[in-house]
């Protein structure tokens, strides 16, 4: 075991560690006290390490446990001698009569709940009945938090086989970068740096012409503009009126040419018969 300045010097530095040499050094205390009290201030000599205390520390739980049985059973034998000591003539020979007449079946029953009330350390069959009802409760509890546990370990298994699929699946070569993406990348940062420099001397230009004052237009100017507007609306009537003879026009180009044909037909059909008046009047004269 480490000296009380060790264990000091080692709990400044770790408190897990200190924490874990205190709960040593308590279950040495136990396994010694245990020892003074079955060999006295002769205690035999032992390595002392980590399998020896837990070797200790078990025999000495099983002998308290052995130790605390053995005290109930003496105090069932007290308080049946003393009840034995007590019995008259009368409730001996009922007594002996009850146990004859019981069967070898209901014998085995006597001697279980018997042994029930031991070792759930009742008074009576009331109290016993009270204790085997709490650990019944106790079971349904623990079978009830073993249930919900289970659900939830089946959950999170659940969960993380969803997740290695999904961690798989952004493994995929679909998700792995570009070979080049070094040179990629210091293309882009070129670039930008390339844009920010034309950006600033866009603003610069912008900023530049926005001091420059625009002059206002005059009279003579207004005029002459509005003279414009005039022509170039007569012509825009103009084209309006050329246009709304190909209204009735057909939208494709197939039909909307047919449509002309006939109309060029129609044309020199009425042409050639003008001309043939024109003829005819000029034969009469």
Known sequence: ???????????????????????????????ESWLSKQHGNRIPSFERNEETLQALLTLATLNEDADEQRVLVDKVEKSALSVATTRSHDGE?????????LSKEDLDTLDAVASAIVMLNAS????????VYELVTNQFELS???????????????????????LTGLRADHFQPPPNILE????????????????????????????VPSPSPSIEDVSRLQNEVVVLQD???????????????????????????????????????????????????
């Open 235 to 285: 012509r825009m009537n103009a084209v309006t009126d050329e246009l709304a003879a190909f209204d009735n026009l057909p939208s494709e180009p197939k039909a909307a040419r047919a449509v002309l044909e006939r109309a060029r037909k129609e044309l020199r059909d009425l042409t050639k018969q003008r001309d043939q008046l024109f003829e005819s009047l000029a034969g009469n004269d």
């Open 124 to 131: 009576d069959f009331t109290q016993t009945c009270h204790n």
């Open 184 to 211: 990629q990348t210091a293309e882009w940062t070129r670039s930008t740096k390339q844009l920010k420099a034309k950006l600033a001397e866009y603003d610069e230009r912008l900023g530049v012409i926005r001091s």
């Open 144 to 166: 009830e938090q073993l249930r919900r546990t289970n659900f939830q370990n089946a959950a999170i298994k659940s969960e993380c086989s969803r997740l290695e699929r999904l």
């Open 1 to 31: 075991m480490d000296s009380p300045g060790d264990w000091t010097a080692t709990a400044l530095f770790s408190p897990s560690k200190a924490r874990a040499q205190q709960a040593q050094a308590r279950d040495w205390a136990f396994v």
């Open 93 to 101: 020979e009922i007594f002996h009569t009850l146990l004859d007449s």
